[in-house]
């Protein structure tokens, strides 16, 4: 029987590709280097493709309530 996904796996399963595996790459511990190479991308925006990954998981793990939400209902 598969074992259920961690919040953090889901989430991670419905970003978009580059986010995910920018993600992955970046918690394996590799040199910067080595996942811009992976990546295809400059040096200089990594910095800004990992702050935009983290800010789209934390997003995906936390998704937004509101009034209109069937699952937001009181007590």
């Given at each position: 029987m598969d074992e259920p996904l961690s919040p953090r796996e889901a989430a991670l399963r419905v970003l978009p590709l580059?986010?995910?595996l920018a993600l992955r790459l970046s918690d394996t511990g590799i040199d910067?280097?080595?996942?811009?190479?992976?990546?295809?991308i400059d040096p200089n925006a990594l910095p800004?493709?990992?702050e935009?990954?983290?800010a789209?998981?934390?997003a995906a793990m936390n998704p937004p309530r509101t009034?209109?939400?069937?699952?937001?209902?009181?007590g």
């Open positions: 580059a986010y995910s910067d280097d080595l996942l811009c190479d992976y990546l295809g800004a493709l990992l935009t990954a983290h789209k998981l934390n009034d209109h939400d069937p699952d937001n209902r009181p």
